[in-house]
């Protein structure tokens, strides 16, 4: 579990605030959920049998002896609220965000608490609202700057179409038990279609000539695969078709899509999602079609630290410099009326002394663009140095009025 430090929260709050106005963009609206959820919630919707609720949940039992859990995602707990709510009658476009925690192996890209921005969708069932998932997803991208993702999809069929495949499977693996990873022979019996999306290289051999999902598809799944790669197709957005691509949780069925990158090491997903039309009825609701994703913070601010993107958004226009004594009271009042005057103005200040060197040099550290100087003879003159912090330019010297049109000027380029 991190701490996130004053040099990476930039990042965050640039990617947050991306998604943040793309989603509101696209018409889908804010919910907040809590991360206490009873333990059944996870167990009837994620799967007994998957990873996560096999091994990796934080589940304790609270003063009265309920089993709850913290979450380990947010889809089951939006269904929830959905139901418990009744906000799942008509279409609903929602997102949320914040900590999901999961007992897992900690390394590069893999956490115990993490971060998703989800995005949920009910109440649509073609895939032109899958195709909208997408098209969201790779504007946020391309707003962010962030090349080089790969999108792959694949379908997952109907319940009954996979059940087919998965005895196809187990029979194909059955024969070459021996050639299996030790996990992928437990999956066997329990999960098998989560041997498709084994690491392990002899495994992935084995695979190479298994049967594939879309072979097995039923005739609903093909034309709605079909035509979101047509919608796909239409809307000049590449893709790559992985008929192994499988997700970590049972509920879904049909769509299920990836945005993946390999600049990242082993954990190169940052985008996960799919269609999972069964869920809300097996949660006691009505049945209501429904399509998600959710996308990893961690590895994504990964990818825009080590890309050439800088957010500067966080960096003070101005760092106030006051040199004696008796500029501090002057300082101060400088300070405040030109915040008066320049909303969304960034003004560090510095009032507690320091020699004008040692003050500079902390103007310069503090990534401003603009020095402002105030000492005696700016007092009693009321005229106020300003000194270009990041070009070889002299220092001015100008009245206040002057100094707030600079001033507004910074704003309105940085
Ligand atoms: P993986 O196969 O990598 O374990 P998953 O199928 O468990 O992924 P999802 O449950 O689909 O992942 O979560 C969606 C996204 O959340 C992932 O693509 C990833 O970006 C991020 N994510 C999942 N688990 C972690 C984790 N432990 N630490 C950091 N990010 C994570
Ligand atoms: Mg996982």
Redesign the pocket.
């Known amino acids: 579990m991190n701490d996130t430090l004053p040099d990476e929260t930039p990042y965050w709050q640039w990617l947050e605030s991306v998604v943040r106005d793309v989603l509101t963009a696209y018409g889908y609206a804010e919910i907040r959920l809590p991360i206490l959820e009873k333990t059944e919630l996870f167990s009837r919707s994620i799967g007994e049998v998957t990873d996560?609720v096999e091994k990796e949940m934080y589940t304790f039992l609270d003063r009265n002896g309920d089993s709850l859990t913290l979450r380990p995602?947010g889809t089951a707990g939006c269904v929830r609220a959905g139901i418990q709510h009744g906000l799942l009658r008509g279409q609903q476009r929602l997102w949320y965000q914040g900590p999901?925690f999961?007992h897992?192996r900690p390394q590069k890209?893999?956490?115990?608490q993490?971060h998703?921005i989800g995005v949920e969708v009910y109440g649509v069932d073609g895939p032109d609202i899958d195709v909208e998932l997408i098209l969201m997803s790779k504007r946020i991208w391309q707003t962010l700057g962030l090349r080089d993702l790969t999108l792959e999809i694949n379908s997952l069929g109907s319940t009954e179409s996979r059940s087919r495949y998965r005895r196809e499977l187990v029979t194909y693996l059955v024969d070459s038990q021996d050639r299996l990873d030790e996990d992928s022979r437990r999956r066997l019996e329990t999960n098998p279609l989560r041997i498709l999306?084994s690491k392990n290289p002899e495994t992935q051999n084995l695979l190479a000539g298994a049967p594939s999902i879309l072979d097995h598809l039923d005739e609903l799944s093909q034309e709605h695969f079909g035509r979101l790669k047509g919608l796909l197709d239409a809307t000049d957005t590449a893709y790559v078709v992985n008929p192994r691509m499988v997700?970590?949780?049972d509920y879904y069925g049909k769509t299920v899509f990836?945005w993946t990158t390999d600049r990242l090491g082993a954990?190169g997903?940052?985008?996960?999602g799919g269609r999972y039309d069964a869920l809300v009825q097996q949660l006691g609701g009505k049945a209501v079609a429904a399509v998600g994703f959710?996308?990893?913070l961690?590895?994504l601010v990964a990818l825009l630290r080590s890309s050439a993107a800088n957010p500067s958004h966080h960096l003070p226009h101005v760092y106030l410099v006051t040199v004696g004594a008796a500029a501090s009271d002057a300082g101060a009042r400088l300070a405040e009326f030109l915040r008066d005057r320049l909303p969304g103005l960034r003004l560090t200040a510095n009032l507690g002394g320091g020699s004008f060197r040692s003050q500079m040099k902390r103007a310069d550290r503090s990534g401003a663009e603009l020095a402002v100087v105030i000492g005696e003879q700016e007092m009693t003159q009321e005229q106020y140095g300003v000194k270009e912090l990041r070009t070889d330019t002299e220092q001015l010297t100008l009245s206040a009025d002057d100094l707030v049109a600079r001033l507004s000027q910074a704003i309105v380029t940085a």
């Open positions: 996560i995602e999901m999961r897992e890209g893999r956490y115990r993490f998703q999306d997700r970590g949780l990836e954990q997903t940052v985008c996960a959710a996308m990893g961690e590895r």
